[in-house]
């Protein structure tokens, strides 16, 4: 009996070792094949259209990279990408779908813009942190709102994350036709935010601004609470089993509120950042899509912050190289969104193949059983 139990506990070791090789594995090779596999099926669509999808990548590749000033235009798009697919990467480990990260950037970007527009006389080290934290405020009590009728009440968040989305880019849009509208009332924009609440520039001569420093440190930080905390091990358990985070007395409600409020007030400083780094005044429809796109970086990066770094910046070059692709062989424009498109969707489908690990792993143990 006693060694039976034995073998059973070496074979128990030796399929948590695989599971754990083949893991590491996927969370390299799965991205990188994800986003090849988008790539060549855009170049296949690009081909059918009559252009050279060579000719094609080269010209992304150069809007994107060809020069200092385009790669801190790339570097610039990524900023918000990062941000807000770190709020759904908190979001998503504790279970939580979080749609909501278009709405919740622009409602961050409208508190910030107030705090930076409306508080005069302040120094730069008072107002920019005060417009930053305006923004968190503002997202994570749009997002915490969402997460309270979760917790709470059991209402589906997807539903209530999307159609909140409409109400904040559609009030957005009333307050920069209205209560904000800059005088004498010509455009549909806000005043311009006083000088002390600009993100600096850290690149001269390009307009990369410290928001990158912000998103990194955010990623850093994120890192450490996830995997290095015992608040980061609540929300991974939670999100991997509720029934035994309950039953191993944890405060699931209070903990998915909580994660729902960091969630939206990261995509919150996503679009604060956006308006103090690079826009300066509250527009309508400042920053389209974003939070939409923020999901799809959150799922490349294996809802890992330091993974959502690296494919926010693949999503950011993606959108600085797109237009001189277009304008270099002359793709009609729908074609760049498809490209995008095409690639989002293979970065979605890699969550099918999340569990695969898992499931070699069992059915190895299976066979050895037998």
């Not at 009559?50 to 000033?69: D, I, N, T, V």
């Not at 910030?112 to 934290?133: K, N, T």
Request: proline share 5%.
């Amino acid at each position: 009996m006693a060694q039976k139990n034995g073998e059973a506990l070496t074979d128990l070791m030796q399929s948590e070792r695989f599971l754990h090789r083949f893991e590491r594995i996927f969370s390299v090779a799965v991205p990188v094949l994800a986003v090849i596999a988008g790539l060549l099926t855009a170049g296949v669509l690009i081909a059918i259209v009559g252009a050279s999808p060579l000719e094609a990548y080269k010209a992304l590749f150069q809007g994107a990279f060809g020069s200092p000033y385009e790669t801190a235009t790339s570097l610039n798009r990524a900023i918000p990408l990062i941000l807000a697919g770190l709020g759904v990467t908190v979001a998503f480990r504790c279970g939580l779908w979080n749609i909501g990260g278009e709405g919740q950037i622009y409602i961050g970007g409208m508190f910030a813009s107030a705090v930076g527009i409306y508080l005069v006389g302040l120094p730069l080290w008072i107002h920019l942190p005060l417009a930053l934290l305006g923004g968190f405020v503002g997202g994570a009590l749009y997002g915490g709102f969402a997460g309270y009728l979760k917790a709470k009440h059991g209402i589906n968040e997807i539903i209530t994350t999307i159609m909140m989305n409409y109400i904040a880019i559609y009030l957005v849009g009333i307050m920069v036709k209205g209560p904000m509208q800059e005088p004498p009332g010509y455009f549909p924009q806000s005043p311009q935010i006083q000088p002390g609440a600009i993100l600096p520039i850290i690149w001269e001569e390009t307009r990369l601004h410290g928001g990158l420093i912000l998103a990194l440190a955010l990623a850093l930080l994120f890192y450490v609470v996830l995997w290095k905390t015992p608040f980061g091990y609540e929300i991974r358990t939670i999100g991997s089993n509720i029934g035994a985070a309950r039953h191993a007395g944890m405060k699931v409600a209070r903990v998915q509120i909580t994660a729902m409020l960091i969630s939206g007030g990261l995509a919150g400083l996503a679009g604060a950042s956006e308006i103090l780094g690079a826009q300066y005044r509250l527009r309508d429809f400042f920053l389209p899509n974003y939070g939409y796109d923020s999901i799809a970086v959150a799922l490349l990066g294996q809802l890992n912050p330091i993974g959502v770094v690296i494919s926010g910046i693949l999503f950011g070059a993606l959108r600085a190289g797109a237009g001189t692709m277009q304008r270099t062989i002359m793709l009609p424009s729908s074609m760049v969104f498809v490209v995008q498109g095409t690639v989002i969707l293979f970065v979605v489908g890699t969550a099918i193949l999340a569990n695969l690990p898992k499931y070699l792993a069992k059915r190895r143990e299976a066979a050895h059983g037998n």
